[in-house]
């Protein structure tokens, strides 16, 4: 049984799960959670979450997608039940969130925005004393198997303040998941990593999401909601401004195919806008969007006759950036809009 179906509910005690295989079964939860209208206001007019109304579904990996100050924390925190909403409704596993927390945070688990480890203690340390607060008992052979599975198997003896930062989220998310949870919530897991850690993480966010844990992370990497997410939730300002899969906000808002010709600059720009065609700069390469693709063989031709000396010309269709520039009228560069 996938976790998809494992989530079911009974009309007078909430949800079960396979784990509590005799309660009666009534019907099915297709949602692990559910927010209607959510929003968050700070005095004296800041609308930090704005109306937000969001239904995600179990077992997949769901980001939320913004700039600084969108409004992706402020929301998350929210459903993490460390706060208060100004108005607006929330169920997690079926339960409302401002009635019975207690019994949704011993299955949720969570990494905040920032998560730096105790210094002084190593990762055994730190899962044993995790244990310890969360009323759990855990063997070493627990813990190992969690280190292991977090790929910080080498790195057990480690001092938390000496870990890379990589490493140090990954201890993060393994203590995220000492309770074993069917949500985890991910804040912002690889801001400020370098290129390969990202990779690493990205690869066990996978692994945790082919388990069966349903993940809800925040991020303003479009690259990472692209490679990661089933579902997609862009946040601008508080409000959700598109969601939908990656493919399906692609279709949505990035109609065009760009062609890009390589290694020219502005005076290519500028040649081009000669003879009447649309093109931007873009990461040392200048870019042509076309938005019928009947018509890219004609445009080939074109750019082909032209006196402009690139190295290269390739398509390429839209990305999440792409998307994200046709929707808030700017670029996001780690997580500041530009543009
Ligand atoms: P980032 O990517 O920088 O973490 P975010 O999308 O998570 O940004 P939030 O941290 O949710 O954004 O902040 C949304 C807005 O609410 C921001 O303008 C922020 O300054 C404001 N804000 C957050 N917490 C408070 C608070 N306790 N009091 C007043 N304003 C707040």
């Known amino acids: 049984m996938s976790m998809a179906e494992a989530w079911e509910i009974t009309e007078d005690e909430g949800i079960v799960t396979q784990a509590y295989p005799r ?33 995600i579904k179990p077992g997949q990996v769901f980001s939320i997608l913004g700039p600084n100050g969108a409004g992706k924390t402020t929301a998350v925190e929210i459903l993490e039940g460390l706060r208060e909403p100004t108005s607006g409704k929330a169920t997690i596993f079926g339960i409302d969130i401002s009635h019975d927390y207690g019994k949704i945070r011993k299955r949720v688990g969570i990494l905040p925005q920032n998560f730096e480890p105790f210094e002084n203690l190593t990762p055994v340390e730190a899962l044993e004393y995790w244990a310890h607060l969360f009323n759990m008992t855990k063997t070493s052979k627990d813990i190992d198997a969690l280190l292991e599975s977090v790929g910080l198997g080498s790195k057990k003896k480690a001092m938390g303040g000496k870990m890379s930062g990589g490493e140090k989220r990954k201890l993060g998310i393994a203590m995220a998941l000492i309770n074993d949870p069917e949500l985890l919530f991910l804040d912002e897991p690889t801001t400020g990593l370098d290129p390969k850690a990202r990779r690493d993480l990205w690869a066990l966010i996978q692994g945790i999401k082919k388990k069966g844990t349903t993940v809800v992370l925040t991020t303003h990497y479009l690259d990472e909601a692209e ?22 906000l692609i279709g949505r808002y990035g109609k065009e195919t760009l062609i890009v010709l390589v290694g020219v600059g502005q005076s290519a720009v500028d040649e081009l806008a000669r003879r009447s065609i649309v093109s931007h700069r873009e990461n040392g390469n200048v870019v042509v969007p076309v938005s019928n693709p009947k018509e890219l063989r004609t445009m080939f031709a074109k750019l082909s006759s032209i006196q402009v000396e690139f190295k290269d010309m390739y398509t390429r269709r839209q990305t999440l950036e792409d998307v994200f520039l046709n929707l808030v009228g700017q670029k996001m560069d780690e997580g500041v809009l530009r543009g």
């Open 23 to 55: 309660r009666e079964v009534k019907r099915k939860l297709k949602a692990i959670i559910e927010v209607e209208g959510l929003s968050k206001h700070y005095p004296p007019d800041l609308k930090a979450v704005d109306g937000v109304s969001l239904s």
């Open 227 to 248: 490679k990661l997410s089933d579902d997609v939730a862009i946040m601008n300002k508080g409000k959700v401004v598109a969601r939908g899969t990656p493919d399906e």
